[in-house]
């Protein structure tokens, strides 16, 4: 397992292995509904005309660069979530923290995330507070809520 933070691959520019072209760079992680999992990367362009990858299409992620297996390997949203995520209604990094007792916690600054699968590992919030991503319930445009 490699890991990695949110915060320091967003802006890392995206290579196809094919083309050997920059195709675009991290713009925003789409992360499932449950918060546990990172399903795409949305890598260019706004609103319907944004472009994402799935994250089995990617190769690897490295210091400098994110590498995704071909140049094609992009397309337009798959849902309404992702024009969420495109728009920044919807982002792990910044948003609220609540937990199932109903108590906020501050907001994340970053999360920690397995390269190799997509899962998160763990988020850091803004009073640098790891929690474990055991504890993640659901995200979504008004919070991540986590159990208490």
């Known amino acids: 397992m490699s ?3 949110m915060k320091a691959m967003k ?3 995206v290579i196809a292995l094919d083309t050997a072209e920059e195709i675009g ?8 509904a449950d918060g546990r999992r990172i399903e795409r990367l949305h890598i260019d362009g706004r609103g319907k ?5 799935e994250w089995g299409d990617l190769e690897s992620f490295g210091a400098d660069r994110v590498m995704v297996k071909a140049a094609d390997a992009t397309a337009g949203s798959h849902d309404d979530r992702d024009l969420d995520v495109a ?3 919807i982002e792990l990094i910044g948003s ?3 937990d199932t007792a109903g108590f906020e916690h501050g907001r994340v600054v970053d999360a920690m995330f397995d390269s190799t699968s997509g899962a998160i ?3 850091v919030t803004e009073s640098d507070v790891t929690v474990d991503s055991g504890r993640i ?3 979504g445009s008004y919070a991540l809520v986590v159990d208490a």
Do not use: N, P
């Open 25 to 32: 760079e991290v713009k925003h992680f789409v992360v499932s």
């Open 11 to 13: 802006g890392q520019a």
């Open 121 to 123: 590992v763990s988020i």
């Open 3 to 5: 890991e990695h933070t």
């Open 49 to 53: 005309k944004a472009l994402f990858t």
């Open 137 to 139: 319930r659901s995200l």
């Open 96 to 98: 609220r923290v609540l």
């Open 87 to 89: 728009s920044g209604d």
